[in-house]
């Protein structure tokens, strides 16, 4: 072999080697490197790539929000998110049911407790004479206790201040106290249910009172406690009032039975026992229309309502009358009707956040006998406790 073709032959061997060198680098850059990037120096020589394309937009990378507990490399791995209990009463992709946390009366009795701060405060600097009965009283009727009461209430107070000799502010405030809460003592404030069957609770009252926001934050407590809870839309008087209901249903998780505008009330309670039977709902909670034509068509259709859901014997377990705090002695009316046309079983007080009328409970268990059971203390389906006459005395009586 001449030198020449030896050279030749070496030269030829060297171009193959490099060109095959430089292919497998490109190869391998190619796997190694993340997409989207583009192409740098150094990274396969002179030749003219196309850009690659952008990488498609995918999950959000570790840290972002929502982003994929497996997805990133680098950080912990996390349990999965547990799958939420198969609930056939909640429809797919809402809320779970979680127990409202429990206001504290005293943080939402402000204005109340403000209306009896000046009176008790004055007591307290000096000591108890001839005023302080009339100021008591004053300060009793502008709270809404109600003339009989409050006129029974100092009497009380009074023959026992004589009686074992109080004559410090401290002592009569204290006496006050005592006195507010045995008026309020004894009376069965729980809401009745049935063990193993059905329930169904009616909601009554005329309108704007809180009747619909009251069912929803009884429905939220309800499920959170783990109960099957159906809602009944039976205020058809008008359309924006199931509307109203539905978008509560949803928002705390549970179905909803309504009927077209103007449909018969008693048919959408009797379809919502049905359906509580067939999704094996233990708690149905009826809102009725406050308003009709007439008082009396009204006080007519709530007792067809109380006779429909009487057909199923033993699920009728609670009449509940809701009535607005804020209006103070027109609410003690409202109950008395109320309470003549269907067999009351409990009070549910609402707004008592806003008012200096917080009196009014003592007016309605003294004079209509009808135990409150619920008191409406906001706006949220959280603002809604059991009534307690030690932690209400407390909350007002400073
Ligand atoms: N501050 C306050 N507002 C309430 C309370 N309960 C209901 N409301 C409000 O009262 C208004 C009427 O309530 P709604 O449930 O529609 O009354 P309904 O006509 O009896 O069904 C709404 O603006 C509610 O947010 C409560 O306990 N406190
Ligand atoms: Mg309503």
Redesign the pocket.
Known sequence: MSPELVVALILVLAVVLVALGLGLNRLSARRSRPSGHAAGPGDGGATATAPEPPAPPGPPTAGEPGSSPSAPTGTLPREPASAPPVRPDVPAGVVEPVAPARPRLADRLGKARAVLAGVLGGVRVRGVDDETWESLEETLLLADVGVRTSAEVLATVQARAAAERVGDGEGLVALLREELEACLSGRDRRLHRREGGLSVWLFV?V????????IAKVAAAERGEGHRVLLAAADTFRAA?AD?LAAWAERVGVPVVRGQEGADPGSVVFDAIEAARTRDVDLVLV?TA?RLHTKVNLMAELAKLQRIVERTPGALQEVLL?IDATTGQNGLAQARQFAEAVGVTGVVL?????TAKGGIVLAIEAELGIPVKLV????GPG?LVPFDPAEFVAALVQ
Do not use: H, I, S, Y
């Open positions: 009252g309108n704007g009172v809180g009747k619909t926001t009251t009032a109203q809102d406050g809701v609402t707004k008592l956040d806003g409406g203390v906001g706006e603002d």
